[in-house]
């Protein structure tokens, strides 16, 4: 993988959100009448945009889902924000990457204003030339939108650059504008999920794809 700019999502592709997202979702759910007690049940959400997931998972209209991001924002900014954590390997993959001379990016659905607390608080923020993500009135969750927009404004060629992720919407993101794509395995999306979208590479766990990187 020749990339010298490399994009990386952030759920479930350098941390392990499951407690906090779920416990966040559970909360706005509780808040809307809805009782699920049963935190696997919502492992869903983590990845798609959260308005979108809302309507989609639950049925809400577009008012109902905007009065549960709410109520989800209530308790993450406070509390789910920091019940996450970097999977293990993904800091030796960054130094790797940077020793490399490569510009990393993050391109995330979440609000760039959790997204930027998240890689400070866990100390990898430093890696990263700029954090992307959306705004709170929901600009940008679209991760088509998120990437032509972060290369117009960073200028990268799309033949030099790599999105890495765990879902569709990035491989789907990647792929519409230009880039290829490295699928990881170790996140929330399913194989299935994943091969449909036809990656341009597939990488089960985080040493494999920084072998992936130390072989170029």
Same mark, same amino acid.
């Given at each position: 993988?020749?990339?010298?700019?490399?994009?990386?999502?952030?759920?479930?592709?350098?941390?392990?959100?499951? @407690?906090?997202?779920?416990?966040?979702?559970?909360?706005?759910?509780?808040?809307?009448?809805?009782? @699920?007690?049963?935190?696997?049940?919502?492992?869903?959400?983590?990845?798609?945009?959260?308005?979108?997931?809302?309507?989609?998972?639950?049925?809400?209209?577009?008012?109902?889902?905007?009065?549960?991001?709410?109520?989800?924002?209530?308790?993450?900014?406070?509390?789910?924000?920091? &019940? *996450?954590?970097?999977?293990?390997?993904?800091?030796?993959?960054?130094?790797?990457?940077?020793?490399?001379?490569?510009?990393?990016?993050?391109?995330?659905?979440?609000?760039?204003?959790?997204?930027?607390?998240?890689?400070? !608080?866990?100390?990898?923020?430093? !890696?990263?030339?700029?954090?992307?993500?959306?705004?709170?009135?929901?600009?940008?969750?679209?991760?088509?939108?998120?990437?032509?927009?972060?290369?117009? @404004?960073?200028?990268?060629?799309?033949? *030099?650059?790599?999105?890495?992720?765990?879902?569709?919407?990035?491989?789907?993101?990647?792929?519409?504008?230009?880039?290829?794509?490295?699928?990881?395995?170790?996140?929330?999306?399913?194989? &299935?999920?994943?091969?449909? &979208?036809?990656?341009?590479?597939?990488?089960?766990?985080?040493?494999?794809?920084?072998?992936?990187?130390?072989?170029?």
């Amino acid at each position: 993988m020749h990339h010298p700019n490399v994009l990386f999502d952030l759920d479930g592709t350098l941390t392990d959100p499951r @407690e906090g997202i779920t416990r966040s979702i559970q909360f706005a759910l509780s808040q809307l009448g809805i009782d @699920e007690p049963d935190l696997t049940r919502l492992e869903h959400f983590i990845g798609p945009p959260l308005l979108q997931a809302f309507m989609q998972f639950y049925g809400f209209d577009e008012a109902k889902a905007w009065e549960a991001v709410n109520f989800y924002r209530e308790r993450f900014k406070v509390t789910g924000l920091y &019940e *996450n954590r970097v999977f293990e390997g993904v800091m030796p993959l960054l130094e790797t990457l940077g020793n490399q001379g490569r510009q990393l990016y993050i391109a995330t659905s979440k609000p760039w204003i959790f997204a930027r607390e998240i890689a400070r !608080h866990f100390d990898f923020a430093r !890696h990263f030339k700029v954090i992307y993500g959306s705004e709170l009135d929901g600009t940008r969750t679209n991760k088509v939108e998120l990437i032509a927009h972060l290369l117009a @404004e960073e200028g990268l060629d799309p033949a *030099n650059t790599l999105m890495i992720g765990d879902r569709k919407h990035d491989l789907i993101g990647a792929r519409s504008n230009g880039l290829d794509a490295a699928a990881v395995g170790y996140g929330f999306g399913s194989r &299935e999920e994943l091969v449909a &979208e036809s990656p341009a590479y597939h990488f089960q766990t985080v040493d494999e794809l920084h072998q992936a990187f130390l072989r170029t």
